[in-house]
């Protein structure tokens, strides 16, 4: 009997594949399916654990196209961003060749893993084909008013002379240049995303295939609150700034009892003139600039403020409440300015407790006294109202509800609705992103490029030996006429974030050739993207964005659908033991790969040697797959070793596909020893063997069984169920010597067909070697009877006064009577009830017994 060997097979079917332009898209007319995984950036190499993001979405695509689909599976590459230009720098080469030069070497590895992917779609966000057309819809959006211009607050590295994102701001400092990190305000090009905040947050309602964990985070980063919007007046001479009072709003009207200081934020014009006046309060503002400019980073930073001097009137009490500049406070948010009740909110409690502020407890849980107070914790559950005068012993939203119906009926405030989200800042002061169409005239100000010079091409002949950005010293390129009035322009030599890229790519995919940004007929035929794959970390912004992108773009004509993506699902990472060779000289870990590791076990203990030189490993923590820690696992060792079949079952098999799953060698060589258990059926499969009818039957039984089991389990994304199914199922038929003849043949066609998601390159040869025509790619999803399917027995748990103490099969449907006589004549019942006289027998049909005994 012939051994399965994947480095001749897999390689085989791949050229077979290729050759029959197998996965192509189709537009047969049968339902349409649209799978697709988030695209990747082209960083030069996969992993496993990237790879386990495309095999899931493979798992798909291959199923409903047995299931009778046309499937859409494409493949791209979100190619802009900061890393090329960061290589560009370091390297002394250009981004574009190394972008490209990382998608070649990256789609060789992904097409190792027998994807069906059609590659015929393939675009690069660096496409100026593609880009181009991403410029032409974004000024169809600038003249609907959804593009506009202003300053807004960013994170400027005064090295690198650009804007970074939140996330490349690390302990204040750039993430690249280590320097201090400003918070500046620059003129920057927005979305008005905010036109749709509503309507964002009332779609997820009916999103539901995706995660509630996800809709859950993308209902807080929109965060529509409902509060109270007014005027504190002033004690005393009132500030310039704000002659008529101080404007705040709030979400907690009900804690106004407790207010103990006001707070503005750094860049409230009272603190600007403020910091214009007085040079201490300007350095003071200047150290609040430093760090993210996110809610989370403000959030962690250490609470620091400024008392102003100024006071506000409480319009409930007429007491004098302190105003202090706070570095928590966001401008953007509400009115850049807020009452702060410490007691029930954490960073007010913080800035309190550090400052001396009184601290009054308004919110009391139930069942607590008048003494209730809070400690070092803000108390912010729910409760009723104390100390308070008018309010007290009203809930929470009752409250609320009297607050601001006093602050109204007072004429200085008004109930009112904010949101978190603000608007999409979209502008990046670097070269490696898409040009933004603009060109900007001492007469006529910003004005569109003209459609007839689309695309705006980013030129080849730029220079990264000075920091900033390289269009900005274009000696030609930035240097234009006005296409309005002929004079002499600039062009804008800010590009976009590339999540714009990322907003709407999918749309592409449904026609990357058509002369309009997207081609509507072919988008309305593929949208919405039916199964969308990808990680959680995605799970606001990305989606997000693309959300809202669609909205607009389907507002403006050029598709129909609000939602993009139908069903999300978020898989878990493939994580692996780290190891490494002591420390560098500042400290960090000299990472080393797995390949170069041998592990031993000595005297119980796992010990990890470097094969490249004997020195000892420590082994370090379980994580991810990194290359920054080089625990990573190629599809090219995958293939070289156990094939890369092996690699897609053991991503798939050990966990739900939901979680974290950890690589392991002996996990791969059990994936490996399944590949080969289920070759040897095929190849030992003897068609004239009649077998024994009883046999037979029960190998029929069982091939419906793991049909429907295996068939559920793809449907369901319960990748792993399904792999133990067809697990035990090999089992079963190599097991069953006695069946042969047709039964056999139908379990062996019905294992090929249900095996080719997970394992293709294997069905193939199997489906081969078994005598079928064509490719098993093409065959039916097999169809289970649901009365061969159902199980003939049941196990009933048994539990004896409220705990499980045995259990029993029984035939499927038994009745009451025939059921308590098996349960008294079983052994380890009549064990467990010695001494013991049963009261009462309940049987659940084909649930559990219950016995009470005393």
Same mark, same amino acid.
């Given at each position: 009997?012939?051994?399965?060997?994947?480095?001749?097979?897999?390689?085989?079917?791949?050229?077979?594949?290729?050759?029959?332009?197998?996965?192509?898209?189709?537009?047969?007319?049968?339902?349409?399916?649209?799978?697709?995984?988030?695209?990747?950036?082209?960083?030069?190499?996969?992993?496993?654990?990237?790879?386990?993001?495309?095999?899931?979405?493979?798992?798909?695509?291959?199923?409903?196209?047995?299931?009778?689909?046309?499937?859409?599976?494409?493949?791209?590459?979100?190619?802009?961003?900061?890393?090329?230009?960061? %290589?560009?720098?370091?390297?002394?080469?250009?981004?574009?060749?190394?972008?490209? *030069?990382?998608?070649?070497?990256?789609?060789?590895?992904?097409?190792?893993?027998?994807?069906?992917?059609?590659?015929?779609?393939?675009?690069?966000? /660096?496409?100026?084909?593609?880009?181009?057309?991403?410029?032409?819809?974004?000024?169809?959006?600038?003249?609907?008013?959804?593009?506009?211009?202003?300053?807004?607050?960013?994170?400027?590295?005064?090295?690198?002379?650009?804007?970074?994102?939140?996330?490349?701001?690390?302990?204040?400092?750039?993430?690249?240049?280590?320097?201090?990190?400003?918070?500046?305000?620059?003129?920057?090009?927005?979305?008005?995303?905010?036109?749709?905040?509503?309507?964002?947050?009332?779609?997820?309602?009916?999103? =539901?295939?995706?995660?509630?964990?996800?809709?859950?985070?993308?209902?807080?980063?929109?965060?529509?609150?409902?509060?109270?919007?007014?005027?504190?007046?002033?004690?005393?001479?009132?500030?310039?700034?704000?002659?008529?009072?101080?404007?705040?709003?709030?979400?907690?009207?009900?804690?106004?009892?407790?207010?103990?200081?006001?707070?503005?934020?750094? =860049?409230?014009?009272?603190?600007?003139?403020?910091?214009?006046?007085?040079?201490?309060?300007?350095?003071?503002?200047?150290?609040?600039?430093?760090?993210?400019?996110?809610?989370? =980073?403000?959030?962690?930073?250490?609470?620091?403020?400024?008392?102003?001097?100024?006071?506000?009137?409480?319009?409930?009490?007429?007491?004098?409440?302190?105003?202090?500049?706070?570095?928590?406070?966001?401008?953007?948010?509400?009115?850049?300015?807020?009452?702060?009740?410490?007691?029930?909110?954490?960073?007010?409690?913080?800035?309190?407790?550090?400052?001396?502020?009184?601290?009054?407890?308004?919110?009391?849980?139930?069942?607590?006294?008048?003494?209730?107070?809070?400690?070092?914790?803000?108390?912010?559950?729910?409760?009723?109202?104390?100390?308070?005068?008018?309010?007290?012993?009203?809930?929470?939203?009752?409250?609320? %509800?009297?607050?601001?119906?006093?602050?109204?009926?007072?004429?200085?405030?008004?109930?009112?609705?904010?949101?978190?989200?603000?608007?999409?800042?979209?502008?990046?002061?670097?070269?490696?992103? /898409?040009?933004?169409?603009?060109?900007?005239?001492?007469?006529?100000?910003?004005?569109?490029?003209?459609?007839?010079?689309?695309?705006?091409?980013?030129?080849?002949?730029?220079?990264?030996?000075?920091?900033?950005?390289?269009?900005?010293?274009?000696?030609?390129?930035?240097?234009?006429?006005?296409?309005?009035?002929?004079?002499?322009?600039?062009?804008?030599?800010?590009?976009? =974030?590339?999540?714009?890229?990322?907003?709407?790519?999918?749309?592409?995919?449904?026609?990357?050739?058509?002369?309009?940004?997207?081609?509507?007929?072919?988008?309305?035929?593929?949208?919405?993207?039916?199964?969308?794959?990808?990680?959680?970390?995605?799970?606001?912004?990305?989606?997000?964005?693309?959300?809202?992108?669609?909205?607009?773009?389907?507002?403006?004509?050029?598709?129909?659908?609000?939602?993009?993506?139908?069903?999300?699902?978020?898989?878990?990472?493939?994580?692996?033991?780290?190891?490494?060779?002591?420390?560098?000289?500042?400290?960090?870990?000299?990472?080393?790969?797995?390949?170069?590791?041998?592990?031993?076990?000595?005297?119980?203990?796992?010990?990890?040697?470097?094969?490249?030189?004997?020195?000892?490993?420590?082994?370090?923590?379980?994580?991810?797959?990194?290359?920054?820690?080089?625990?990573?696992?190629?599809?090219?060792?995958?293939?070289?070793?156990?094939?890369?079949?092996?690699?897609?079952?053991?991503?798939?098999?050990?966990?739900?596909?939901?979680?974290?799953?950890?690589?392991?060698?002996?996990?791969?060589?059990?994936?490996?020893?399944?590949?080969?258990?289920?070759?040897?059926?095929?190849?030992?499969?003897?068609?004239?063997?009649?077998? *024994?009818?009883? %046999?037979?039957?029960?190998?029929?039984?069982?091939?419906?069984?793991?049909?429907?089991?295996?068939?559920?389990?793809?449907?369901?994304?319960?990748?792993?169920?399904?792999?133990?199914?067809?697990?035990?199922?090999?089992?079963?038929?190599?097991?069953?010597?006695?069946?042969?003849?047709?039964?056999?043949?139908?379990?062996?066609?019905?294992?090929?067909?249900?095996?080719?998601?997970?394992?293709?390159?294997?069905?193939?040869?199997?489906?081969?070697?078994?005598?079928?025509?064509?490719?098993?790619?093409?065959?039916?999803?097999?169809?289970?009877?649901?009365?061969?399917?159902?199980?003939?027995?049941?196990?009933?748990?048994?539990?004896?006064?409220?705990?499980?103490?045995?259990?029993?099969?029984?035939?499927?449907?038994?009745?009451?009577?025939?059921?308590?006589?098996?349960?008294?004549?079983?052994?380890?019942?009549?064990?467990?009830?010695?001494?013991?006289?049963?009261?009462?027998?309940?049987?659940?049909? *084909?649930?559990?017994?219950?016995?009470?005994?005393?």
């Amino acid at each position: 009997m012939a051994r399965y060997e994947p480095k001749t097979a897999e390689p085989r079917q791949q050229t077979r594949w290729a050759d029959a332009n197998a996965f192509v898209t189709k537009d047969t007319g049968r339902s349409k399916y649209y799978v697709l995984e988030m695209f990747p950036y082209p960083s030069g190499n996969i992993h496993m654990g990237h790879a386990r993001n495309y095999v899931m979405g493979d798992v798909v695509a291959r199923s409903k196209r047995a299931q009778g689909f046309d499937v859409l599976h494409p493949m791209g590459w979100d190619a802009f961003g900061m890393p090329a230009e960061n %290589a560009a720098m370091e390297r002394g080469i250009h981004p574009k060749g190394w972008t490209y *030069d990382n998608i070649a070497t990256m789609r060789d590895q992904l097409k190792l893993l027998g994807l069906s992917l059609d590659w015929s779609r393939e675009f690069a966000t /660096c496409d100026p084909e593609y880009y181009g057309k991403q410029q032409a819809w974004f000024l169809e959006l600038y003249r609907r008013g959804l593009v506009y211009r202003k300053d807004g607050v960013v994170n400027w590295d005064p090295v690198d002379n650009t804007v970074l994102a939140n996330e490349q701001v690390i302990d204040g400092r750039g993430w690249r240049s280590g320097a201090l990190i400003e918070k500046r305000k620059l003129n920057q090009w927005f979305l008005r995303i905010t036109d749709y905040a509503d309507d964002l947050i009332d779609g997820l309602k009916d999103l =539901d295939r995706w995660p509630d964990k996800v809709r859950l985070m993308q209902e807080n980063w929109i965060g529509r609150s409902k509060g109270l919007q007014m005027t504190w007046k002033w004690a005393g001479e009132a500030p310039a700034a704000s002659p008529e009072g101080l404007e705040i709003y709030t979400t907690r009207p009900d804690t106004l009892f407790g207010a103990s200081f006001m707070g503005i934020a750094p =860049d409230h014009p009272i603190a600007k003139a403020l910091a214009e006046a007085n040079p201490e309060v300007a350095a003071f503002v200047a150290e609040c600039r430093k760090g993210g400019t996110s809610q989370a =980073d403000i959030d962690q930073a250490e609470k620091i403020g400024w008392d102003t001097g100024l006071k506000a009137v409480h319009p409930f009490t007429g007491a004098e409440v302190p105003v202090w500049i706070a570095n928590f406070i966001l401008s953007e948010y509400g009115t850049g300015a807020i009452f702060a009740c410490p007691a029930h909110d954490q960073r007010d409690l913080d800035f309190a407790r550090k400052y001396g502020l009184p601290v009054t407890t308004v919110v009391r849980p139930e069942g607590a006294g008048d003494d209730f107070a809070v400690g070092d914790e803000a108390y912010v559950g729910p409760g009723s109202i104390f100390n308070s005068d008018f309010l007290n012993g009203l809930d929470i939203e009752a409250a609320k %509800a009297e607050a601001i119906g006093r602050i109204e009926a007072a004429g200085t405030g008004k109930g009112a609705t904010i949101y978190r989200l603000r608007d999409w800042g979209v502008s990046r002061q670097r070269y490696w992103g /898409c040009p933004i169409p603009i060109i900007h005239c001492p007469s006529c100000g910003p004005v569109e490029v003209p459609a007839d010079q689309l695309p705006v091409v980013l030129p080849d002949d730029v220079t990264f030996d000075v920091p900033g950005n390289p269009l900005d010293r274009h000696a030609t390129w930035k240097h234009v006429k006005c296409p309005s009035c002929g004079t002499d322009a600039t062009r804008e030599t800010d590009t976009l =974030d590339t999540f714009v890229d990322s907003s709407w790519y999918f749309a592409r995919f449904t026609d990357p050739k058509a002369e309009a940004p997207i081609d509507k007929a072919a988008a309305d035929h593929w949208l919405a993207v039916d199964q969308y794959i990808g990680g959680v970390e995605h799970a606001v912004l990305h989606l997000l964005y693309a959300r809202f992108i669609t909205r607009a773009l389907t507002d403006a004509g050029l598709m129909s659908v609000k939602e993009p993506f139908a069903g999300l699902f978020t898989q878990g990472m493939v994580v692996h033991e780290t190891y490494f060779e002591g420390h560098d000289e500042v400290g960090k870990p000299r990472w080393v790969e797995p390949t170069d590791v041998k592990i031993e076990t000595v005297d119980g203990q796992r010990v990890a040697t470097r094969l490249s030189n004997g020195a000892a490993l420590t082994i370090g923590d379980i994580e991810k797959m990194s290359k920054s820690k080089k625990n990573v696992v190629a599809p090219q060792e995958i293939l070289t070793s156990h094939g890369v079949d092996a690699g897609r079952l053991f991503v798939l098999s050990d966990s739900p596909p939901e979680r974290d799953i950890q690589w392991t060698p002996g996990g791969i060589e059990g994936a490996s020893r399944f590949v080969q258990r289920t070759w040897t059926l095929f190849d030992g499969f003897d068609p004239a063997v009649a077998g *024994d009818e009883k %046999a037979n039957a029960e190998l029929v039984r069982e091939t419906h069984k793991a049909i429907k089991a295996v068939s559920e389990g793809v449907e369901g994304f319960r990748f792993n169920s399904a792999i133990a199914k067809l697990y035990a199922f090999v089992a079963t038929v190599r097991d069953n010597a006695k069946a042969g003849g047709d039964a056999k043949r139908q379990a062996l066609s019905a294992l090929a067909r249900l095996i080719a998601p997970f394992t293709p390159h294997l069905a193939e040869e199997c489906w081969t070697r078994l005598g079928e025509d064509g490719m098993v790619l093409d065959a039916p999803w097999p169809v289970w009877d649901a009365a061969l399917a159902a199980d003939d027995e049941v196990v009933l748990p048994i539990q004896i006064n409220g705990k499980r103490r045995a259990e029993i099969r029984v035939a499927r449907g038994s009745e009451p009577a025939a059921v308590e006589a098996l349960v008294l004549a079983d052994e380890t019942v009549k064990a467990r009830l010695e001494g013991l006289s049963v009261k009462k027998i309940v049987v659940v049909k *084909d649930r559990i017994v219950n016995l009470v005994a005393g």
